[in-house]
């Protein structure tokens, strides 16, 4: 570099720091400053910095060179005919179908009890860009990157319009629109250019009374209360909007080749934090930073975990959009400690309305279907959703009593209090196995990270053991069975309900106080004597004669069924059964399935038939998802026919599943995680990339021969683990870097800790 010169770098946190300016000597050896710190330097030390400077730079460059864009970039010449399958955008905080008149917020609902909604914010970032004599046009959805593109080719200029909602400022909806002018027209006398912008803010909000504010640093703001509270007499959240204007033409001035137009909307609860946020994107933006710092954050997310496959284009664009889709619900990884989080819907954050798309509540969902693949990849985002919960313990505590029941019992539907918001009669009356779904997911939480911290400080104890405590009240001893017996339930299957001893219901429950108890034992803490007694004694329907596991009692084997119920035994609940008990649950299951019935249930049959070896039939099986994909943007509708919740996140979570745990063969175990794989159909190499097992990170990748395991990174408070391969019985202690490499089959990691 030349003397006086300086070097910059935009980190993930938006900031930019300045490598280091060397003195102005001739010598250009004498020292320098750090641009950074402000602190004199060495011409050494100089150097140093540099280095690290360009490690940062290559870092950056690596991110974007994992993921290819025929992944990862779903393009199109048009927009689908239904606007249901439009592309959204989110960040876990706010989110939009793109070109649609609708914003939605984390935790912002209208409505009382079962009408309890998403309030809609009408959108300041939903524009239509036009321009005479358009050639060519095209749209994209970039999930490796967190945005939705609109490209306009004509003879005198292109344009493109990004969409994004900020990966790391979560306040903030972004529309960008880039002019440049075309090099044909540079032999010709340049011209001022204008494009048209159509906003769509559709008409006023009938959720939220807003009125209009003092503008804002060139923008307009507007704030309201919602008009319906959830609970009657309750209190009515306030949102605060600041965003840039959109004019009806912007026109690129005849002595300019290029210039970008930046439309910023901030959105929070609190004025001061609305304000800061879109003064902050403002500068960035100013700075020509602001998107830059998006995609780095949304690069980092994959770097951090992910699922890559080759061969197979069709799998490995939906798995990509599957992950996308559910992230851009979450908060993202850099999320500070204070971002209260209120779950994942079905429909996600960017649908929710009055009677669609399950109004935006919180089921059982998240923690059986979206969960599970979230947690191995990104084990923050998983207590993120296990605090969503235990954010809403004192009103699972109030719940339990008037439903005549001890501990905690949640509600079959949550959406802002934690009350019951069901507007259905019989799942919010019997629909009880969702408390047992919740304990099974921090069963999982814990195995995986063995995380005391939350059982200490983030009431993870009295979550686990208050859910206990309701499934202790929830059971009855039956004299004439000699066992513990539940009844008047409805399990996962809705079209039978008021049944007796659900086997899902009952083993969750006998799951939930089992797994109590371990944790009491190893706190130290003592429990109900009980609980081991209930579990001990649970009353688990089974046919004999035909060796299969009835839905519940009464149930004959001809009887059709909503969707995955009795087969979740085998996986994830991993019930000990023999195999040919678990063959029987899925053969009957299959035939009585209701074909329409919604997406999530496929994987978990193809995954049951992966675990018994039967390929051929879990392929078949696994084909079933693509079914509810709709093109070009790879939204989810819950039913093959389109029917049902849109962008339905439990189907891409149980694909997902059907991925990692299916074909990836992946269990986690009281004492260890398994693995092995089976390659998806088509496919040449299957890597499962960043798998969290107690704060190590782990490569897992296989092709048609072999698989290699490697530890990439140890986190504070990792365990040592140690790989076996079953078919050889060899160990490895995993060492950071030092792949272990063997021939493709079944093998176990190890920790040295155990609950």
Avoid at 306 to 327: D, F, M, P
Wanted: contains cysteine; hydrophobic residues 35%; aromatic residues 12%.
């Amino acid at each position: 570099r030349q003397a006086d010169s300086h070097m910059t770098v935009e980190l993930s946190s938006g900031e930019s720091t300045s490598c280091w300016r060397r003195n102005s000597s001739r010598a250009g050896l004498s020292g320098g400053v750090c641009e950074a710190t402000g602190t004199t330097m060495s011409w050494m030390e100089g150097t140093k910095c540099s280095l690290i400077l360009l490690a940062l730079l290559l870092i950056k460059v690596n991110l974007a060179a994992v993921l290819d864009d025929e992944s990862t970039v779903f393009r199109s010449n048009s927009l689908p005919k239904d606007g249901r399958f439009m592309a959204t955008v989110g960040n876990g905080y706010i989110a939009t179908t793109v070109y649609s008149d609708t914003i939605f917020m984390n935790g912002l609902f209208n409505g009382e009890g079962g009408a309890s909604h998403r309030a809609r914010i009408p959108s300041t970032v939903s524009v239509t860009v036009s321009l005479d004599g358009i050639t060519n046009q095209s749209y994209a959805l970039d999930v490796a990157r967190g945005v939705f593109s609109h490209t306009i080719q004509s003879k005198v200029a292109s344009i493109e319009q990004r969409t994004y909602a900020h990966q790391f400022y979560t306040r903030l909806l972004v529309t960008e629109i880039t002019v440049n002018r075309t090099d044909v027209m540079a032999t010709m006398e340049p011209e001022p250019i204008r494009v048209d912008l159509k906003s769509n803010m559709g008409g006023p909000s009938g959720d939220v009374d807003f009125h209009d504010g003092p503008d804002f640093e060139g923008g307009k703001y507007m704030v309201g209360k919602i008009k319906t509270p959830e609970l009657k007499g309750g209190q009515k959240p306030i949102v605060h909007v600041v965003w840039t204007p959109v004019p009806d033409n912007i026109t690129l001035p005849a002595d300019q080749s290029s210039q970008t137009w930046t439309f910023i909307t901030s959105i929070s609860a609190n004025q001061k934090e609305a304000d800061q946020y879109f003064h902050d994107g403002t500068n960035l933006a100013g700075k020509g930073r602001l998107y830059g710092n998006h995609t780095q954050a949304w690069l980092e997310v994959w770097e951090e975990g992910r699922i890559e496959t080759t061969g197979n284009l069709k799998l490995q664009q939906a798995i990509y959009g599957s992950l996308y889709y559910i992230l851009s619900s979450l908060p993202p990884l850099n999320a500070p400690k204070d971002f209260e989080f209120y779950g994942v819907s079905p429909g996600g954050l960017a649908n929710g309305k009055y009677q669609a798309d399950y109004q935006g509540h919180i089921f059982w969902d998240q923690a059986t279907w979206m969960y599970p693949p979230i947690l191995l990849l990104h084990p923050e985002l998983g207590l993120s959703m296990l605090q969503s919960r235990t954010r809403v313990l004192a009103e699972a505590k109030e719940n339990a009593p008037l439903r005549g029941y001890n501990g905690a019992m949640f509600p079959w539907e949550s959406a802002y209090t934690g009350h019951e918001v069901c507007p259905a009669p019989e799942p919010l009356k019997y629909e009880h196995h969702v408390t047992g779904d919740i304990a099974f997911a921090a069963q999982q939480y814990f195995l995986s990270t063995m995380d005391v911290g939350f059982l200490l400080y983030n009431s993870g104890y009295d979550f686990i053991s208050s859910m206990a405590e309701f499934w202790a009240s929830r059971t009855q001893y039956d004299d004439n069975k000699k066992k513990y017996v539940i009844k008047g339930v409805m399990g996962p299957d809705e079209y039978h309900y008021n049944v007796d001893n659900s086997v899902y219901t009952n083993v969750i429950a006998m799951y939930s106080l089992k797994f109590a108890t371990k944790v009491a034992k190893l706190l130290g803490k003592s429990t109900p004597s009980n609980w081991t007694n209930i579990v001990d004694n649970m009353y688990i329907p089974f046919d004999e004669t035909l060796q299969y596991h009835p839905e519940y009692e009464g149930y004959n084997k001809n009887i059709k069924v909503k969707q995955a119920d009795v087969i979740l035994l085998g996986y994830p609940l991993m019930y000990n059964m023999s195999e040919q008990v678990y063959r029987n649950d899925l053969t009957i299951y299959e035939r009585v399935t209701d074909t329409k019935g919604p997406a999530m249930t496929w994987g978990i049959f193809a995954t049951g038939w992966l675990q018994l070896g039967n390929i051929t039939k879990a392929n078949a099986l696994f084909d079933r998802n693509f079914l509810n994909i709709h093109e070009p943007f790879k939204v989810w509708t819950e039913t093959s026919f389109g029917a049902g919740a849109v962008n339905f996140m439990t189907g891409m979570g149980g694909f997902l599943q059907a991925v990692m745990n299916g074909y990836g063969g992946i269990r986690l175990r009281e004492n260890q995680l398994d693995y092995h794989p089976t390659l998806p159909a088509d496919t040449t190499n299957f890597n499962i990339i960043g798998l969290d097992y107690r704060r190590n990170k782990l490569n897992f990748e296989a092709d048609c021969n072999q698989i290699r395991v490697t530890l990439t990174r140890q986190d504070k408070g990792h365990q040592q683990l140690r790989l076996k391969v079953k078919a050889t019985g060899e160990e490895h202690v995993l060492q950071p870097g030092v792949p272990v490499v063997f021939s493709r089959g079944a093998a176990s990691i190890f920790p040295p800790t155990t609950l």
